[in-house]
């Protein structure tokens, strides 16, 4: 086992240099591996439950608060964009002051801005408080690695990011059923102050459980320019991919924000490779593994991300299901992540992650491929097995990559790692749901004119046919009052079967870039520094 001097600061007070990493274990509550990851999962779970809660919220916010389309696009937004912007430097901070730290400071401004958000009165205090929501979500994620790192010993620390990743999965999927019933039987304030309570457990836990872990050699110095060059370039590409559908990707707008991201990208590049303590050391990439790794996790989040995307207004708006019946159907897919993470990590700890990684991303591509042929008429059965098969397939490459990026980076780098690997996840988000909404878009924007057309409908001027076009890309009928119901019939297969080409297509450019994942996946091993944080805690 590599010996690693650590810092360990068990409270307040100065810092008292400890023995190896390989010293005997500690005792009591604090530092336990396992109350670690209880610990950190339960504030994990809040920045995860808001990626998906809030969406289901949205309609009421815009009703009650007077919210224009675009004002309430914001709400999710904003708070995508400051996470994915902060991820990495977060992370960094996380390295420089002690993860520690920085959990407890995310976990309370977490539950503080959401508190702020279901007292507001308009609709510029949400959109402000949930930027916050994600400036703080972005010190809590990275730490949350950074402290299972140090904690758990090389052979069990796939066992907690499998558990972590499933907390992750369960949360993300479980948010519109918990804010549809939240919605529907309290208000949309209620979707928020829930945090309140759950932050406060968590910050409670963490001043008991947790223990600082630094290694020796973690920065002392920040790079200030590297921060700004970063944040810029990842602003103006996630920035970009939002505005994408609204602009077009053949819009100069489009493609400026996406140069001026290169460009700083480059900058940034060039720059650390002549600062003393760069944000990011650029030999990190040297690990095929660890490149391999940030990479999958950018192809999955495109397949799983933008292919989710769409399901959602599938079993809404095609299927005319209720937000909590929608989730309810999605639960096979929550369920093969819950049961599937853990059953993820103790597979890859035994035979490493090249496999179990090449086979989930051959698994998802199955399943997008499968999502690719639901019509109108497909039953729950058939639906639930294509759900079970993504999650099946999603769980192991959660974990997996995870472990493949935070695993073979340096201890003193782990925040950093952690923030490249939850980044990764944001930026495939973004991409998937841009790049698959264009394919969706051009699909309907072809078909529907002839769709429309065969099926005798009234010809469509070129603004009708716009509008009717933007319903169609979510599953809706563009049905005007007064309508007959024979024609109203009509239009709504028309609308149902164009909106099914165009998911039917995305679903197959997802299962193509899950396939390429498979290649990708042949390039990763076990991290080669795992066990730089062993046995710190006890197991």
Excluded at 483 to 501: N, Q
Aim: glycine share 12%; with cysteine; net charge negative.
């Amino acid at each position: 086992m590599t010996s690693q001097t650590t810092i360990d600061k068990t409270g307040p007070g100065d810092a008292i240099p400890s023995g190896p990493s390989d010293q005997p274990p500690a005792t009591g509550l604090r530092g336990h591996p396992w109350f670690t990851l209880i610990t950190v999962a339960v504030g994990v779970m809040m920045v995860a439950l808001d990626g998906t809660i809030v969406a289901i919220a949205n309609p009421a916010i815009a009703k009650d608060l007077g919210a224009t389309f675009a004002e309430v696009q914001w709400i999710t937004n904003a708070y995508f964009l400051a996470l994915a912007v902060s991820l990495i430097t977060a992370g960094k901070l996380g390295d420089r002051f002690g993860h520690r730290q920085t959990f407890l400071i995310g976990v309370v401004g977490f539950a503080a801005a959401s508190g702020a958000i279901g007292l507001s009165d308009s609709i510029a205090f949400v959109v402000t408080f949930r930027v916050l929501q994600g400036l703080f979500g972005a010190l809590l994620m990275p730490a949350a690695l950074g402290l299972l790192r140090a904690t758990f010993p090389a052979e069990k620390l796939n066992m907690a990011i499998g558990i972590w990743g499933m907390v992750i999965g369960a949360s993300t999927a479980g948010g519109p059923i918990l804010g549809g019933v939240l919605v529907e039987h309290v208000n949309w304030q209620s979707v928020f102050f829930i945090n309140v309570p759950v932050g406060i457990l968590a910050v409670a836990l963490g001043v008991v459980m947790l223990l600082d872990h630094r290694a020796e050699n973690a920065p002392r110095s920040f790079d200030i320019l590297g921060i700004v060059l970063l944040s810029g370039a990842m602003f103006c590409l996630v920035w970009a991919l939002i505005k994408a559908p609204e602009w077009g990707w053949g819009d100069g707008k489009t493609w400026a924000f996406i140069g001026a991201s290169v460009l700083l990208f480059a900058l940034f590049s060039l720059w650390e490779t002549k600062v003393s303590e760069p944000l990011i050391p650029l030999g990190l990439f040297r690990s095929v593994p660890l490149s391999a790794g940030v990479v999958l996790m950018v192809l999955m989040a495109i397949a799983f991300m933008g292919g989710l995307f769409f399901v959602t207004f599938y079993l809404q708006n095609v299927h005319g299901m209720s937000p909590i019946d929608a989730g309810l159907h999605l639960l096979p897919l929550t369920g093969m992540m819950i049961v599937g993470s853990p059953l993820a990590g103790a597979m890859i700890t035994k035979v490493g992650p090249r496999v179990p990684l090449a086979g989930g991303m051959a698994a998802t591509a199955i399943a997008m491929y499968g999502m690719s042929t639901l019509d109108t008429g497909t039953g729950s059965g058939v639906m639930s097995l294509w759900f079970a098969l993504l999650g099946l397939g999603l769980a192991p490459v959660m974990v997996g990559a995870t472990e493949v990026i935070v695993g073979n980076a340096p201890m003193e780098l782990s925040g950093v790692a952690g923030g490249l690997q939850q980044a990764a996840m944001q930026i495939g988000g973004s991409l998937g749901t841009a790049v698959l909404g264009a394919v969706m878009a051009s699909k309907v924007d072809s078909d529907l004119a002839g769709n429309w057309t065969d099926a005798g409908l009234p010809p469509l001027t070129a603004a009708q046919e716009h509008q009717a076009s933007e319903a169609v890309q979510v599953g809706v009928a563009p049905i005007a009052p007064g309508t007959p119901d024979a024609v109203a019939a009509k239009i709504t297969d028309v609308a149902h079967d164009t909106f099914l080409s165009g998911m039917s297509l995305a679903s197959l450019v997802a299962a193509g870039v899950a396939a390429v994942a498979v290649l990708v996946a042949l390039l990763t091993k076990r991290g080669q520094n795992a066990e730089a944080g062993a046995g710190v805690g006890h197991i």
